[in-house]
């Protein structure tokens, strides 16, 4: 699986800005995809997970109202809508898949270790 995420920017506090990740490599609806973050001097950060099917979403409570992660199997895309953007936003954001979801419980949504692949990351900056 490829995944390559894109649509980072600079933005003002308050703005807004959308996330895409285009997957290639196996069949994009059969498996779940996350959204994760680092900032500088951190570790990575869960941010939102999507099911297969689209129908079902997890976020982090730290972007819960303010982001929301959809999912187009027809083009394989997963986006991210980030909106209310704060400065502590500030990350390298990545995209990452989950090639056995059938086997990932609740609680290992937003582990690291539960995604089997990950694309390069897009840099988005907030400003104040």
């Known amino acids: 699986v490829q995944l390559q995420a894109s649509g980072g920017g600079l933005v003002q506090a308050g703005g807004s800005l959308r996330l895409s990740c285009a997957a290639s490599g196996r069949t994009f609806s059969n498996y779940a995809v996350g959204w994760f973050r680092q900032a500088p001097g951190k570790e990575r950060e869960f941010v939102a997970r999507i099911s297969r099917s689209g129908r079902t979403t997890y976020y982090a409570d730290s972007v819960k109202a303010r982001f929301t992660i959809s999912r187009d199997n027809a083009k394989n895309t997963v986006y991210l809508q980030m909106n209310s953007l704060k400065p502590e936003d500030t990350a390298v954001f990545y995209c990452?898949?989950?090639?056995?979801?059938?086997?990932?419980?609740?609680?290992?949504?937003?582990?690291?270790?539960?995604?089997?692949?990950w694309g390069r990351g897009t840099l988005v900056t907030v400003s104040s």
């Open positions: 990452a898949a989950d090639l056995t979801t059938d086997l990932t419980t609740g609680s290992n949504y937003p582990r690291v270790a539960t995604y089997d692949y």
